[in-house]
């Protein structure tokens, strides 16, 4: 069989000598023996005392094991320069694999230079699975010893990359380093010791970056900036009684599930994660169930689970954040949870992963807030136990649930962010407007504590209030002994221990909590002065009606008057704009079609010579039933009047009608009518909406004379609102949402007195419309306070129509086709302006009342409709139709298109 050498150094001989691959295999622990076995051998003595006047290339082709008590050296890639061995250190500069390095004795200095590669690829002579160095890259042995051990090329193996069950004074893995291991872990130190190991590369493995474990200890483990320690399970494992005594991380730490594990019976004495540094894994950033001496994060420590993580069994001693922990907090033993916060002007912000809300899950013992500046975006459960606040400054910028108890010290601070373009919800746990601590269970804060507004962008002034502790049990606030403050107000603030639906609040007043209503307002436009004059007027605690309040008085003080009517126009009722009139004109526009279609009965009804080119006999006029449909379609568009905002509406609908001949005179018949109409706001009004769906049932009457007819109709239209309000502006952001039924009433009658000229039909018209509309009362929803409880209202309408039409026949292989002209002067006789009360929903006791007025209506229109309607010898009828309104910022515009069979 083939027989294969390895060349070893002997220490103890002072020699090199060579011993049989199978000598070498036949396990580690005897190595020493055998190779004393190997010396007996004559022939390999020979062959030995020859290699060794051999170059040191030479003996690298072989595979060398150098022996220090015991270093192996893999099989070498090249046939030069990829190993220099100076009797004390080792220094790789090639690329060694196979065995890659074992050490059993002392190795001063083992170097893996830039471009250097240690890799075992593969394992033991005899292929034990069992060993616990199998394929490892560089293993130092239980009594090897390693002064210092630094790579800046790479280092790999099947299992791991470095095994260390030995000493290793120094271990470095440098800037541009890789240390990659195989299917366990980057480095094994396994019961060994390493007093420095210093990553700025990478060290990673598929379950583990670095493990400690089985009493292993490493004095000080430092993952320098730019480094990264990595598995696709932990980043960091310290378990079986491993040891750490400080870990500092300036790089990224990371797991798939774990950044770092701690587990029970391990220790770190101190855990610093320092500025740019990362600790995250997906179900934990830190998971401890051993000791934790000491946790600092000046950096970000992270995950979509619990970024910190510590067992019933667990102890992690105070945690100091000057950085950020993005994700849950859960503390399950029985030893209080304290954290310290940033100096100065850092705060370390606890928050939940991605920015949302998180939550600190600490139900076994009390939270500690010591010192430092914190930032929460947690809510925290403590069960029955507190969370105390013993001196540190705590900033809230959205109310936060306290699950237990409250308790605040002398030398804490409470410092309430107060934001611009707030989102507030209305209600204490959702409210986004300003922060606030919502404690299900008592809250003090003690006599000399602070209570601080922060303004995010927000404008304080006197008047403004805020509920900055809201407590479900008993609230003792020593409120005249607080010491308050607010970001660039200078006036007076005090505090108020205030009873808000069985809870006690902590309200602090800008100016004065009396209960006096505010200031006036800047706005000048009426509707808008009325709504913030009623605002004004709230001296109750509702927090969502507060913020509202809070935010308009803000403007008062330092906006302008544009900007004041655009606050009130968005806080006033939608039915108060202009189009609250587009609901009632779409009715008008049914009748007018109605009206249209009457017209175009008296085609084929009237008594006239039977010319087609006089356009009044047809000789339509024997069926006495007819059936029709007729769609629609149209816009209209009004400015503001009277400082009212205007709107801009599209509407469309369908007719559907049935009408029977009564006598030689009369006809008469009955129309459904269904049509949408969506009204949107304009200037200020921008962004506010009504959609209106209308049902009506209009019946219909025609009498032709000798030379003359009229026209009657009259009927009622059900109709349903559905609004929508937007409120932004600086400080406050909602969208109230209303619905609501009315009911129009129309009449009309209108006569006509064809003539005939020159070949064509005149016909003088004259008529008059009657319309009474009835909105009911109603409350919104949402709003975020600005939701508004919204009286009932009506309007009425007379209006009267004079103009002519034109109109003639002609002969065509399709049938007869008259086309029309129309010109009318419709005058509205009603100017009454809409009158709306309306008052805030949150305000029960209707404090905030006031009144809208809407427009005055149009007085006097234009209108033109252009017409053209086909008569077939089949009885049947198409129109189709064009109508023109306009006046003074005013203009309405609808198409139509009917069918009508007679029979």
């Given amino acids: 069989m083939n027989q294969v050498y390895r060349i070893?150094?002997?220490?103890?001989?002072?020699?090199?000598?060579?011993?049989?691959?199978?000598?070498?295999?036949?396990?580690r622990k005897s190595a020493g023996t055998q190779r004393k076995r190997a010396r007996a051998n004559a022939k390999v003595l020979a062959v030995a005392a020859s290699l060794a006047t051999m170059s040191h290339a030479a003996m690298a082709q072989v595979g060398t094991d150098i022996d220090g008590t015991s270093v192996t050296v893999g099989t070498s890639q090249s046939n030069s320069?990829?190993?220099?061995w100076d009797g004390s250190n080792l220094a790789v500069s090639g690329s060694v694999s196979g065995y890659g390095i074992f050490n059993l004795g002392t190795i001063g200095t083992l170097s893996n230079e830039n471009g250097g590669t240690i890799a075992a690829t593969q394992s033991n002579g005899d292929g034990r699975v069992n060993d616990p160095g199998l394929g490892a890259g560089i293993y130092n042995e239980n009594g090897g010893t390693i002064g210092a051990l630094t790579n800046s090329g790479l280092i790999s193996g099947l299992t791991m990359s470095i095994y260390n069950d030995g000493t290793i004074g120094a271990l470095s893995n440098g800037n541009g380093g890789t240390i990659s291991g195989g299917t366990y872990a980057g480095i094994r130190n396994y019961n060994g010791s390493i007093g420095t190991l210093t990553n700025s590369g990478l060290i990673h493995a598929l379950q583990g970056g670095i493990s400690n474990e089985v009493g292993g200890s490493i004095g000080t483990l430092s993952n320098e900036s730019g480094g990264t320690i990595s598995g696709d399970i932990v980043g960091i494992a310290n378990f079986l009684n491993g040891s750490i005594g400080t870990l500092k991380n300036s790089g990224l730490i990371f797991g798939e599930t774990t950044g770092i594990d701690n587990e029970s019976n391990s220790s770190i004495g101190t855990l610093s994660n320092e500025s740019g540094g990362t600790i995250s894994g997906y179900k934990f950033g830190i998971d401890n169930s051993g000791t934790i001496g000491t946790l600092i994060n000046s950096g970000t420590i992270s995950s979509s689970g619990d970024a910190i993580y510590n067992s019933g069994g667990g102890f992690i001693g105070p945690v100091t954040n000057a950085g950020v922990i993005a994700g849950n907090i859960k503390n399950d033993s029985s030893n209080d949870l304290t954290i310290n916060g940033g100096t100065g002007t850092t705060f370390g912000t606890l928050t939940g992963y991605g920015g949302v809300i998180g939550s600190i899950a600490n139900t076994n013992s009390n939270v500690v807030f010591g010192s430092g500046n914190l930032l929460l975006n947690d809510n925290i459960n403590v069960g029955s136990h507190s969370v105390n606040n013993t001196g540190a400054t705590l900033q809230v910028n959205a109310p936060m649930t306290i699950t237990g108890n409250y308790s605040q010290g002398e030398a804490a601070t409470l410092l309430i962010g107060v934001n611009s373009g707030a989102v507030t919800t209305g209600t204490l746990t959702a409210d986004r407007g300003y922060g606030r601590l919502v404690v299900t269970g008592n809250a003090t804060v003690a006599a000399g504590s602070s209570v601080s507004l922060a303004s995010r962008g927000y404008a304080f002034a006197a008047g403004q209030r805020f509920i900055v502790v809201d407590a479900a049990g008993t609230g003792s606030y020593n409120e005249g002994s607080l010491h308050y403050s607010a970001t660039g107000y200078s006036g007076s603030i005090i505090g108020q221990n205030?009873?808000?639906?069985?809870?006690?609040?902590?309200?602090?007043?800008?100016?004065s909590c009396s209960a006096t209503p505010s200031g006036p307002t800047l706005a000048t436009a009426p509707n808008s002065k009325a709504a913030l004059g009623g605002l004004n007027n709230y001296t109750g605690l509702n927090v969502g009606l507060m913020n509202l309040q809070n935010a308009v008085i803000a403007v008062n003080a330092h906006g302008s008057t544009a900007e004041a009517n655009r606050v009130g126009a968005q806080l006033a009722p939608s039915r108060s704009a202009a189009g609250a009139r587009a609901a009632a004109a779409t009715t008008f526009d049914v009748l007018s079609v109605v009206a249209a279609h009457a017209n175009s009965l008296h085609l084929a009804q009237a008594d006239g010579d039977g010319s087609a080119q006089s356009g009044v006999a047809t000789g339509e006029g024997a069926p006495r039933w007819g059936v029709w449909g007729r769609a629609f379609g149209g816009h209209a568009g009004q400015g503001a009047v009277d400082q009212v905002d205007g709107y801009s509406a599209n509407?469309?609908?369908?007719?559907f009608g049935v009408d029977r001949q009564v006598n030689d005179h009369w006809r008469a018949g009955g129309v459904f009518s269904y049509s949408n109409t969506l009204i949107s706001g304009t200037e200020n009004s921008a962004g506010d909406s009504t959609r209106v769906n209308g049902y009506g049932l209009i019946g219909y009457a025609n009498y032709l004379g000798a030379s003359w007819y009229v026209n009657l109709s009259g009927g009622v239209v059900q109709q349903r609102f559905d609004t929508t309000r937007q409120i932004d502006f600086t400080g406050f952001s909602g969208v109230a949402n209303g619905q609501f039924s009315g009911q129009q009433y129309v009449a009309s009658v209108e006569g006509g007195w064809p003539l005939a000229v020159a070949g064509l039909t005149v016909t003088p018209l004259a008529s008059l419309t009657y319309s009474y509309q009835h909105e009911n009362g109603y409350t919104e929803s949402g709003g975020n306070g600005a939701a508004l409880s919204v009286g009932a209202t009506h309007s009425t309408s007379v209006r009267s129509a004079f103009g002519a039409r034109l109109e003639r026949g002609f002969e065509t292989k399709y049938g007869v086709i008259v086309p029309d002209l129309q010109l009318k002067w419709i005058h509205e006789y009603d100017h009454t302006q809409t009158v709306t009360g309306a008052s805030f929903a949150a305000d029960p006791m209707?404090?905030?009342?006031?009144?809208?007025?809407?427009?005055?209506?149009?007085?006097?229109?234009?209108?033109?409709s252009l017409g053209v309607t086909l008569l077939r010898a089949n009885n049947l009828t198409v129109t189709a139709r064009?109508?023109?309104?306009?006046?003074?910022?005013?203009v309405s515009q609808t198409g139509s298109l009917r069918l009508r069979q007679a029979f």
């Fill in 846 to 864: 209707g404090a905030t009342a006031f009144t809208t007025v809407g427009p005055a209506p149009v007085s006097d229109l234009a209108d033109v």
């Fill in 882 to 890: 064009y109508e023109l309104q306009a006046a003074p910022r005013f």
């Fill in 81 to 84: 320069g990829v190993w220099a």
């Fill in 651 to 655: 509407y469309g609908g369908l007719l």
């Fill in 8 to 27: 070893v150094w002997s220490s103890s001989l002072g020699m090199f000598q060579v011993v049989s691959e199978l000598a070498c295999a036949q396990g």
């Fill in 498 to 511: 205030v009873s808000v639906g069985g809870h006690s609040d902590l309200v602090v007043c800008l100016g």
